[in-house]
């Protein structure tokens, strides 16, 4: 059974369709990097499959008990967000919140789950550090230890190299990946760098307001699609 299936999906605001005709599945340990010019409907799917934008027709389905509040999800960040007062030991530990119920703390079983993730991460030694304090690649993996919190199945990237030098961009990249493989979780990124995309990723989705692509990696690259948006280059 898949762990996640758009049928025949749309998405509008205010009755203007942003994005049609979405067909997809994905079985779980399946690595999809979306992919698509600024416009395309990517933060408009993102929205989507988080719960946070009902369809406007179709559907979006999810199997292997996954719900949308137990995706794992990796924003892009603002400014804002990357000067927030807290330690990395809180930061991570929020990602608890949605499995709290209708229990007031964390119990040690979130705060173990929290250090565990923090040293898959290799950054157990900045747990009292505060988080505006660190540089871009380490809070990275700071939000990448607090999306593993909140889920067990499927994480959602938004961009997550975004900003880093290309050192801390290939650890990003390498960490999500053994992330995929040694923990079997379901991948979707969302990313404007097809060479890295389909280095990385099973599955490829292109949008421009509709679907132009769904295939493997393999299928992609030796398609015409592929070639016109990196303007007659081969991947």
């Not at 898959?120 to 380490?138: N, P, T």
Request: proline share 2%; with cysteine; hydrophobic share 40%.
């Amino acid at each position: 059974m898949a762990i996640l299936e758009c049928k025949n999906l749309c998405l509008a605001y205010d009755g203007k369709m942003v994005l049609e005709g979405v067909n997809f599945s994905l079985q779980a340990g399946n690595y999809l990097c979306v992919v698509g010019e600024n416009g395309s409907g990517k933060s408009t799917l993102i929205k989507g499959l988080l719960g946070l934008k009902a369809p406007d027709s179709g559907s979006i389905l999810y199997g292997e008990g996954l719900k949308s509040t137990e995706i794992g999800y990796l924003p892009q960040q603002t400014q804002l967000q990357r000067d927030f007062p807290a330690s990395v030991g809180e930061v991570v530990l929020s990602g608890c919140l949605n499995s709290l119920g209708g229990r007031l703390h964390y119990n040690a079983a979130d705060k173990a789950l929290a250090r565990m993730n923090m040293e898959r991460m290799g950054i157990e030694d900045l747990a009292k550090q505060s988080y505006q304090a660190l540089s871009g690649g380490q809070q990275q993996r700071v939000l990448l230890a607090r999306a593993l919190c909140a889920t067990k199945k499927m994480l959602l990237l938004d961009e997550p190299v975004t900003g880093l030098d290309p050192i801390a961009t290939g650890e990003m990249y390498n960490l999500i990946k053994l992330v995929n493989l040694c923990d079997d979780i379901t991948v979707i990124m969302v990313s404007h760098d097809i060479h890295e995309a389909v280095r990385y990723a099973t599955h490829i989705l292109h949008l421009g307001q509709r679907q132009l692509f769904f295939g493997t990696a393999a299928e992609y690259r030796e398609s015409d699609l592929a070639r016109r948006f990196l303007g007659g280059n081969r991947i």
